[in-house]
């Protein structure tokens, strides 16, 4: 068989397996256990010690799966197994401030900042020795994705990026919203308060229990679904990271001098060159673009699909299988 051949035949055998994977899933998806993500490892990583999940054979393709607020790795409990069984070499890393990711040093400054959390991934990256690795995510995941593949496009091979392009910047973040958009930004304004702080660690548990809620209206999850992923907030630095990277969004919290230079030439919004599948739910009640708002920032292959039957904002666990299949595909492109 030709060269030119080889990458079809391999992403339609991929595609096969994640088929058979798939059927094999239980039907009942709140059933689905931490099982399914095995047990965790830990790896030095910049300036954190990082709790991950890795599933798949150590020799195929990399793909990270990377979570938002307020969710975990457990968006993926039905993802990851699948990609796996289709080949790839899955690693779901806790962001900074969750599960049992823990800051190397006492004295490092809890910063929640957007390039300091995409920094993170590409010490994760270099740390397990992975060159380029497709990146896959929602909320804050797609963020780090964009980010990544916006400034170190060599070290991001595809992207399936949930709500499409959030690479942001503070004098953007500044800049006042009609009130029907602010509304939906309540939380934002609420952690700008000592209040708010206060607030959110005494209740993060019913706090994030309300966003999932509010940004997945249509998700019927029951408490065992939710409990699983609740249980990563109560991580000692997830408080002080999650407040500050919303302070630090609308001006309200200073980042790091480390960061400036990133930080200004995110401020410039670049363009994406890899190749990208950008997706949004029918029902996501999260505050998001308009897809034909971001369709320019993606320079290279892209495609935008709106996945539709209720699916809200944390689309990996609501809908696995497209989401799955959009990695599956824009690794073939």
């Known amino acids: 068989m030709s060269q030119s051949t080889d990458p079809e035949r391999r992403r339609l055998l991929s595609v096969m397996?994640?088929?058979?994977?798939?059927?094999?899933?239980?039907?009942?998806?709140?059933?689905?256990?931490?099982?399914?993500?095995?047990?965790?490892?830990?790896?030095?990583?910049?300036?954190?010690?990082?709790?991950?999940?890795?599933?798949?054979?150590?020799?195929?393709?990399?793909?990270l799966l990377l979570h938002g607020w307020p969710y975990d790795i457990h968006s993926f409990t039905e993802v990851a197994p699948a990609l796996a069984s289709a080949g790839y070499r899955v690693i779901v890393p806790y962001v900074r401030g969750y599960?049992?990711?823990?800051?190397?040093?006492?004295?490092?400054?809890?910063?929640?900042?957007?390039?300091a959390v995409a920094l993170?991934?590409?010490?994760?990256?270099?740390?397990?020795?992975?060159?380029?690795?497709?990146?896959?995510?929602?909320?804050?995941?797609?963020?780090?994705?964009?980010?990544?593949?916006?400034?170190?496009?060599?070290?991001?091979?595809?992207m399936v990026?949930?709500?499409?392009?959030?690479?942001?910047?503070?004098?953007?973040?500044?800049?006042?919203?009609p009130p029907k958009n602010e509304l939906e930004w309540?939380?934002?304004?609420?952690?700008?308060?000592?209040?708010?702080?206060?607030?959110?660690?005494?209740?993060?548990?019913?706090?994030?229990?309300?966003?999932?809620?509010?940004?997945?209206?249509?998700?019927?999850?029951d408490d065992?679904?939710?409990?699983?992923s609740a249980a990563s907030f109560d991580n000692p630095d997830h408080v002080a990271i999650v407040i500050h990277n919303y302070r630090w969004r609308i001006g309200l919290g200073d980042g790091e001098p480390q960061y400036e230079t990133l930080e200004r030439r995110l401020a410039e919004a670049p363009v994406i060159d890899v190749p990208a599948i950008t997706l949004e739910g029918d029902a996501n009640g999260a505050p998001h673009p308009d897809?034909?708002?971001?369709?320019?920032?993606?320079?290279?292959?892209?495609?935008?699909?709106?996945?539709?039957?209720?699916?809200?904002?944390?689309?990996?666990q609501e809908a696995p299988e497209a989401f799955a299949d959009a990695i599956i595909e824009v690794d073939g492109w």
């Not at 099982?35 to 990399?62: F, H, T, W």
Request: a positive charge; hydrophobic letters at 40%.
């Open 186 to 221: 309540w939380y934002q304004y609420y952690f700008a308060t000592e209040r708010g702080r206060i607030g959110y660690d005494k209740n993060r548990h019913a706090f994030a229990k309300l966003i999932w809620q509010q940004a997945s209206p249509q998700w019927k999850f």
């Open 291 to 316: 897809p034909i708002s971001y369709a320019g920032k993606f320079a290279g292959p892209h495609s935008h699909r709106t996945i539709t039957g209720g699916v809200g904002h944390n689309l990996p």
């Open 99 to 115: 599960g049992t990711t823990r800051f190397l040093s006492s004295e490092t400054f809890r910063n929640g900042q957007p390039a």
């Open 17 to 63: 397996a994640l088929s058979l994977a798939a059927a094999r899933l239980p039907v009942a998806r709140a059933a689905a256990t931490a099982a399914s993500l095995g047990s965790l490892k830990q790896i030095d990583a910049g300036l954190v010690n990082v709790g991950y999940a890795e599933l798949g054979p150590s020799a195929g393709r990399p793909v």
């Open 161 to 177: 990026s949930v709500s499409g392009y959030l690479i942001g910047n503070q004098e953007a973040g500044k800049r006042p919203l």
């Open 120 to 158: 993170d991934t590409v010490a994760l990256m270099d740390a397990l020795n992975i060159r380029s690795a497709i990146l896959a995510g929602f909320d804050w995941g797609a963020r780090t994705a964009n980010i990544i593949g916006a400034l170190w496009p060599e070290r991001c091979k595809a």
């Open 224 to 228: 065992s679904t939710f409990d699983r």
